[in-house]
């Protein structure tokens, strides 16, 4: 608690003294709309929670908008680490929560334009965002999360720009490791009161290690249509990507060449492929002032999603009759409905609804090799059948939502959301006494009821507090295991359930924008890693952790034209029960048990990370073009890759150059530009972690120095 103490007494000066400067200074700002965590779209300086708008040209400035990576450093209190591996997705956590994730995103809730891109069981991806399209992108953290329902202890929402004028884009990206990008896109406004956006993107990357090549398509279209008080929204999505992964490193290989490739990476010629369709709806009809019913909203998608992944685990391990293989290989439908409705009771504003989803995947696991375990004849290929089962998982629930004013300056929100997850699987694989029967089905019923107050002492001055309760239900491949010898379906695995306390306060005016956050959360059932060997990662619940921290981040316009950012994140993150683990491969009582012993640190989580930018636009173009120079640094403390601490990759800071303009060509076309050069002083670093990996390959090294050039052609009708 001393370093809480410590860290309210550093956050609370800043904040004291920050609020006297913003208290003499004018208050016109451009105020930022926000829809996430809002019973209706709202300033936000009014939203009673922490939230922070990344907008489109952050995005177009930050890189070759192919990962969120690229830009989120910029916000307090989540960690978005890019792999530098196409084959697993970005590391993602907000808070603390998500960062046990050994791959896909774990704890936190994706959209795009509305429609989910986390699964019921709360796994989720994002690689199919698309980020050049995007008006913004907000993100939610802290109490008032827990109004998305299952696993949601953040939420990343993205936005696509709406069609105002007719145009066609053009753009071209060129960089260091290979890296080629080509995107296409038209936009315009139809008759009959349509409109209509497509745009498809083209990516190759040879990677800066070997066995890290990639390729990706993707394809979207937006078709929308409004007449009178209603609006309708079709979205399609296309994504097709394919990756070779270089795996992981150990300690000793990271401390010899931290640009090598692991030698398992080539001889199983580790790689991956990603095939996934998505159609949504969204229908909107707004009922008018004059109606206490306000609007009501319909929203309707469904997808196909395929993987299939070869992986680096020996014939030896898959020698066990409990082995999956060394090959997944799955095809899952999913969809989901939401119908909300929002009313205006006198000065209260409220949202109602309801939302069920499922998934359903056709999972199978192959042999990585051919011939028999003992001298294989090929490895990297597709075997024998290991695996074969079918996987269901289902969330229903419900959600209401209000804001009233309680006071001149004082308004209340409040909400709660109330649901079930079921999680099934039916083993079709053929059963054994060696290899049993791992079919199971379990169900979670969870209530998340939250409540924040907002005061107003001043214009551009706002102060908040919430509370909430949170639910996160383990997701079907943590279930896949049971801790008993016997295998099996994890029937014994709790939900884990979380109450958090956030304070927080804002401030806006002309030249300065300040928003500051402390936090605590207090988790029971926390899921986490028993084993991972032979090709099965096996969890438990470890008992009850605890987070707490602060987050600062600022905005100052110092001079005409100089525009200096900030953020700043603190977090203490911890385990305060003991329990037993695995620290490697076998993994058995008397083989590489261990005990993870409380006050222990989660790993995945750091103790600080920060961001600032310094952007200067010249008052006299450059090269004939007006545009932007920026400085961007970027650190974070040192991660932790495994649960006993004993495994830990060094902090870093790393430094960034970039120049952006655009150049008018007349009435009708521009031209837009970006220079960038990332990790500046070439610094070795690891970028991030495989949280408990159980052959040590915990570290994934982050990229040398690299440049980047993209230029975007717009041509408007």
């Given at each position: 608690?001393?370093?809480?103490?410590?860290?309210?007494?550093?956050?609370?000066?800043?904040?004291?003294?920050?609020?006297?400067?913003?208290?003499?200074?004018?208050t016109a700002w451009a105020a930022e709309v926000v829809v996430t965590g809002s019973a209706r779209a709202?300033?936000?300086?009014?939203?009673?929670?922490?939230?922070?708008?990344?907008?489109?040209?952050?995005?177009?400035?930050?890189?070759?908008?192919?990962?969120?990576?690229?830009?989120?450093?910029?916000?307090?209190?989540?960690?978005?680490?890019?792999?530098?591996?196409?084959?697993?997705?970005?590391?993602?956590?907000?808070?603390?929560?998500?960062?046990?994730?050994?791959?896909?995103?774990?704890?936190?809730?994706?959209?795009?334009?509305?429609?989910?891109?986390?699964?019921?069981?709360?796994?989720?991806?994002?690689?199919?965002?698309?980020?050049?399209?995007?008006?913004?992108?907000?993100?939610?953290?802290?109490?008032?999360?827990?109004?998305?329902?299952?696993?949601?202890?953040?939420?990343?929402?993205?936005?696509?720009?709406?069609?105002?004028?007719?145009?066609?884009?053009?753009?071209?990206?060129?960089?260091?490791?290979?890296?080629?990008?080509?995107?296409?896109?038209?936009?315009?406004?139809?008759?009959?009161?349509?409109?209509?956006?497509?745009?498809?993107?083209?990516?190759?990357?040879?990677?800066?290690?070997?066995?890290?090549?990639?390729?990706?398509?993707?394809?979207?279209?937006?078709?929308?249509?409004?007449?009178?008080?209603?609006?309708?929204?079709?979205?399609?999505?296309?994504?097709?990507?394919?990756?070779?992964?270089?795996?992981?490193?150990?300690?000793?290989?990271?401390?010899?060449?931290?640009?090598?490739?692991?030698?398992?990476?080539?001889?199983?010629?580790?790689?991956?492929?990603?095939?996934?369709?998505?159609?949504?709806?969204?229908?909107?009809?707004?009922?008018?002032?004059?109606?206490?019913?306000?609007?009501?909203?319909?929203?309707?998608?469904?997808?196909?999603?395929?993987?299939?992944?070869?992986?680096?685990?020996?014939?030896?391990?898959?020698?066990?009759?409990?082995?999956?293989?060394?090959?997944?290989?799955?095809?899952?439908?999913?969809?989901?409905?939401?119908?909300?409705?929002?009313?205006?009771?006198?000065?209260?504003?409220?949202?109602?609804?309801?939302?069920?989803?499922?998934?359903?995947?056709?999972?199978?696991?192959?042999?990585?090799?051919?011939?028999?375990?003992?001298?294989?004849?090929?490895?990297?290929?597709?075997?024998?059948?290991?695996?074969?089962?079918?996987?269901?998982?289902?969330?229903?629930?419900?959600?209401?939502?209000?804001?009233?004013?309680?006071?001149?300056?004082?308004?209340?929100?409040?909400?709660?959301?109330?649901?079930?997850?079921?999680?099934?699987?039916?083993?079709?694989?053929?059963?054994?006494?060696?290899?049993?029967?791992?079919?199971?089905?379990?169900?979670?019923?969870?209530?998340?009821?939250?409540?924040?107050?907002?005061?107003?002492?001043?214009?551009?001055?706002?102060?908040?507090?919430?509370?909430?309760?949170?639910?996160?239900?383990?997701?079907?491949?943590?279930?896949?295991?049971?801790?008993?010898?016997?295998?099996?379906?994890?029937?014994?695995?709790?939900?884990?359930?979380?109450?958090?306390?956030?304070?927080?306060?804002?401030?806006?005016?002309?030249?300065?924008?300040?928003?500051?956050?402390?936090?605590?959360?207090?988790?029971?059932?926390?899921?986490?890693?028993?084993?991972?060997?032979?090709?099965?990662?096996?969890?438990?619940?470890?008992?009850?952790?605890?987070?707490?921290?602060?987050?600062?981040?600022?905005?100052?316009?110092?001079?005409?034209?100089?525009?200096?950012?900030?953020?700043?994140?603190?977090?203490?993150?911890?385990?305060?029960?003991?329990?037993?683990?695995?620290?490697?491969?076998?993994?058995?009582?008397?083989?590489?048990?261990?005990?993870?012993?409380?006050?222990?640190?989660i790993s995945g989580t750091q103790k600080a990370t920060g961001w600032a930018e310094a952007a200067w636009?010249?008052?006299?173009?450059?090269?004939?073009?007006?545009?932007?120079?920026?400085?961007?640094?970027?650190?974070?403390?040192?991660?932790?890759a495994n649960d006993t601490n004993t495994a830990v990759a060094p902090g870093y800071a790393l430094a960034?150059?970039?120049?952006?303009?655009?150049?008018?060509?007349?009435?009708?076309?521009?031209?837009?530009?970006?220079?960038?050069?990332?990790?500046?002083?070439?610094?070795?670093?690891?970028?991030?972690?495989?949280?408990?990996?159980?052959?040590?390959?915990?570290?994934?090294?982050?990229?040398?120095?690299?440049?980047?050039?993209?230029?975007?052609?717009?041509?408007?009708?």
């Open positions: 608690m001393k370093l809480a103490a410590a860290m309210l007494n550093r956050v609370t000066k800043s904040c004291v003294w920050a609020c006297l400067v913003a208290w003499q200074l004018p709202q300033q936000v300086l009014d939203a009673p929670f922490a939230i922070t708008v990344v907008d489109a040209s952050a995005l177009r400035d930050a890189g070759p908008m192919v990962n969120l990576s690229e830009v989120m450093a910029r916000v307090p209190g989540l960690v978005v680490n890019n792999r530098n591996n196409y084959a697993q997705d970005l590391q993602i956590s907000s808070r603390g929560f998500g960062a046990r994730a050994a791959f896909g995103v774990r704890g936190l809730r994706l959209y795009a334009d509305g429609i989910p891109a986390t699964m019921p069981d709360g796994q989720g991806q994002a690689a199919h965002f698309d980020l050049a399209a995007a008006q913004r992108i907000e993100v939610l953290r802290g109490p008032f999360s827990v109004l998305y329902g299952n696993a949601s202890g953040g939420v990343i929402a993205m936005f696509s720009a709406p069609v105002k004028q007719a145009q066609t884009e053009l753009s071209v990206d060129a960089g260091s490791f290979g890296l080629r990008q080509q995107r296409y896109s038209v936009a315009s406004p139809l008759d009959g009161g349509f409109d209509l956006r497509a745009s498809y993107a083209d990516l190759d990357v040879d990677g800066f290690r070997p066995q890290s090549a990639a390729h990706r398509s993707l394809g979207n279209l937006r078709l929308g249509w409004q007449s009178g008080s209603d609006k309708l929204s079709l979205l399609v999505s296309d994504h097709n990507q394919r990756a070779q992964d270089p795996l992981g490193l150990t300690a000793a290989q990271l401390a010899a060449n931290p640009r090598q490739t692991a030698p398992e990476a080539l001889a199983y010629d580790t790689r991956k492929t990603i095939r996934q369709t998505q159609t949504g709806v969204n229908w909107r009809h707004d009922f008018g002032d004059a109606s206490v019913l306000r609007e009501s909203s319909l929203t309707i998608y469904h997808g196909s999603r395929g993987v299939t992944q070869w992986q680096a685990i020996t014939p030896a391990a898959q020698a066990n009759a409990k082995s999956g293989g060394g090959v997944v290989d799955f095809d899952r439908l999913y969809g989901g409905v939401e119908g909300k409705l929002t009313l205006q009771l006198g000065a209260t504003d409220l949202v109602a609804g309801v939302s069920v989803e499922s998934l359903r995947d056709d999972r199978q696991g192959y042999e990585n090799f051919s011939g028999p375990s003992a001298t294989p004849t090929a490895l990297g290929i597709t075997g024998k059948l290991r695996r074969n089962e079918l996987n269901h998982a289902t969330t229903t629930d419900g959600f209401v939502q209000a804001r009233t004013p309680l006071a001149e300056g004082w308004d209340l929100t409040g909400g709660v959301r109330a649901g079930r997850v079921e999680l099934s699987t039916e083993d079709r694989f053929a059963v054994s006494a060696a290899n049993p029967d791992d079919s199971g089905k379990l169900s979670y019923a969870y209530a998340n009821p939250v409540l924040g107050l907002r005061w107003t002492p001043a214009p551009g001055w706002a102060l908040h507090a919430s509370a909430a309760r949170g639910f996160e239900s383990p997701t079907l491949g943590e279930l896949a295991y049971s801790t008993a010898s016997a295998g099996g379906f994890n029937s014994a695995l709790k939900g884990q359930t979380s109450r958090q306390f956030e304070l927080g306060a804002k401030w806006r005016s002309a030249v300065l924008e300040l928003d500051a956050a402390l936090f605590n959360v207090a988790t029971s059932n926390e899921i986490g890693v028993l084993s991972n060997s032979g090709g099965r990662s096996i969890y438990q619940n470890v008992g009850r952790t605890q987070r707490y921290g602060a987050e600062l981040s600022g905005l100052w316009r110092a001079a005409p034209g100089l525009r200096l950012q900030a953020a700043l994140s603190l977090l203490h993150a911890q385990y305060l029960d003991s329990f037993q683990t695995c620290t490697g491969t076998p993994c058995s009582p008397t083989s590489n048990a261990a005990t993870v012993l409380a006050g222990k640190q636009r010249p008052g006299k173009a450059l090269a004939g073009f007006p545009g932007e120079l920026g400085l961007e640094w970027r650190g974070m403390a040192r991660t932790l960034s150059l970039r120049w952006s303009g655009s150049l008018p060509l007349g009435a009708q076309d521009s031209i837009e530009a970006l220079a960038r050069i990332d990790n500046l002083f070439d610094k070795a670093f690891v970028g991030s972690v495989i949280v408990n990996e159980g052959n040590s390959r915990f570290y994934e090294p982050g990229a040398a120095r690299s440049a980047l050039v993209s230029l975007r052609w717009q041509h408007r009708w």
